[in-house]
């Protein structure tokens, strides 16, 4: 069975740090393209980043770029998720979502596999 | 591409039609569209992608349609299960981008 469980989550202060992780289980994890999506209290859906299955290419949405980071390993079967600087708009469910690509050079970029998500609230 | 759904809520009994709106702001490559349906405190459930192909172990009372810029989710006869958040989704284009959601209440 195809699982995601997303760990990392937490308080956090303006400005402060965290990371997320996404452990994988169920599927060849180093096959597929990865996501990061999120969702702040009672909004809609953002689209954060995206790595290919060796990590070569990689995305992000403009609201976090240059202060989040996205990596993975393989090895370990785990997408993680630093985010640096943190702001108040960046508190949300994050959820991890696989992609259902097997090319490493191109995403599909619909989700059918998501984890339950990681709640990050940023607050001093 | 900014995605607008409507309405933002729909208030509708148990058997009824609901048809939900996505409109894009400029047109959707190659009519990349998703929807997924969210229940409170669960990830998303893909229903639909590339506009109107039904995903694995969708009920067919779920359609969608559309193209361009103007796309619709409908479920024919609601079960009580359906009532939830709608969101769309388009993937044509970068970056990708989420619809505000419609609320689908019990009336």
């Known amino acids: 069975e195809v699982q995601l469980v997303e760990s990392g989550g937490g308080l956090v202060q303006p400005g402060g740090s965290l990371r997320l992780s996404c452990a994988a289980s169920g599927f060849t994890f180093s096959s597929y393209w990865m996501h990061w999506v999120r969702q702040a209290p009672g909004k809609g859906l953002v689209w954060v980043s995206r790595m290919n299955s060796d990590g070569s290419r990689i995305d992000y949405a403009d609201s976090v770029k240059g202060r989040f980071t996205v990596s993975r390993d393989n090895a370990k079967n785990t997408l993680y998720l630093q985010m640096n600087s943190l702001r108040a708009e960046d508190a949300a469910v994050y959820y991890c979502?696989?992609?259902?690509?097997?090319?490493?050079?191109?995403?599909?970029?619909?989700?059918?596999?998501w984890g339950q998500g990681t709640p990050v609230t940023v607050s001093s | 591409i900014v995605l607008t759904q409507s309405p933002g809520t729909l208030s509708l009994s148990p058997g009824e039609r609901a048809t939900l709106s996505c409109r894009a702001s400029q047109s959707v490559r190659s009519n990349y569209l998703a929807w997924y349906q969210q229940t409170p405190g669960q990830a998303p459930r893909l229903l639909i992608y590339?506009?109107?192909n039904r995903a694995t172990g969708i009920p067919d009372r779920f359609s969608g349609s559309g193209s361009g810029t103007d796309f619709t989710l409908t479920i024919s006869r609601l079960e009580p299960e359906d009532f939830a958040i709608y969101h769309c989704?388009?993937?044509?284009?970068?970056?990708?981008?989420f619809g505000g959601g419609t609320r689908v209440e019990i009336k």
């Open positions: 590339g506009a109107s």
């Open positions: 989704q388009q993937y044509g284009n970068s970056p990708l981008a």
């Open positions: 979502a696989r992609d259902e690509s097997l090319e490493q050079q191109v995403a599909y970029n619909w989700f059918v596999r």
